[in-house]
């Protein structure tokens, strides 16, 4: 029987890869399929916390270079990412695997409000919790999210899953055809590298917090579970190697 490498994780998925090829919105075939590899991971009796973005519905970054007021066009972003916890919610339970949104901004009638306590009994009873709405405070990012709630929930990693790359490279590899990927990293690598894998908030929390960050494709079907038997895919980043 496979082992889980780790009890409890974070798993962060950007808005992006719930797009699929139209780029835009929601793709009912990519959810469908996340949810089937959420659901392989719970069955192997993993707790699973789950962060989503919302860059395939809005950023706020967009919106404030169009000229519009950055804390309202980050709040905009945060009520994207609660429509796609709630798709990913609705994939859930139709393969009948439980689960509860949570979200930072209060909005009782579509999801319970983020209680830390509440998260983690949750959590201990199985229940997928998708943490929605970000961290509730403009000018962060969903990858702050899923390093500020891992830390909240004593998580044992980060699964970053990423829709373009499979790992972190010194270099864009879609532009760069020289770029190396690398198997191992430290916080501080990514940091004064300033490599693309999380904002530097992120990383700094992560870093200070002692958690781990595997960042691996989502595109293949069965990473999300090879990721958390800590199969050798993708990049690992720790504190120290
Ligand atoms: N956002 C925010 N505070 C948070 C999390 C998110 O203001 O704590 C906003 C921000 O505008 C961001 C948008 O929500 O651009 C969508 O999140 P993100 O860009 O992190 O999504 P992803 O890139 O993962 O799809």
Sequence with gaps: MSVAKYKRIVLKISGEALAGEQGFGISPEIIKTV???????????????????GGNIWRGKVGSEMGMDR???DYMGMLATVMNSLALQDSLEKLEVPCRVS????????????????????LEKKRVVIFAAGTGNPYFSTDT?????????????ILMAKNNVDGVYSADPLTNKDAIK???????D?????????????????MDNDIPLVVFSIMETGNIKRAVLGEPIGTVVRRNL
């Design 35 to 53: 949810a089937k590899q959420v659901k392989e991971v719970a069955e192997l009796g993993v707790e699973i916390a789950i962060v989503v973005g």
């Design 71 to 73: 804390a309202t066009a």
């Design 103 to 122: 979200t930072s901004i209060e909005m009782r009638q579509v999801a319970e409000p983020y209680i830390r306590r509440k998260a983690i009994r949750h």
């Design 145 to 157: 999210t899923a390093a500020l709630r891992a830390a909240e929930i004593e998580a044992d990693v």
């Design 182 to 188: 690398y198997t191992e990293l430290t916080y501080l």
């Design 190 to 206: 990514v940091i004064s590298q300033g490599l693309e894998v999380m904002d530097s908030t992120a990383s700094t929390l992560c």
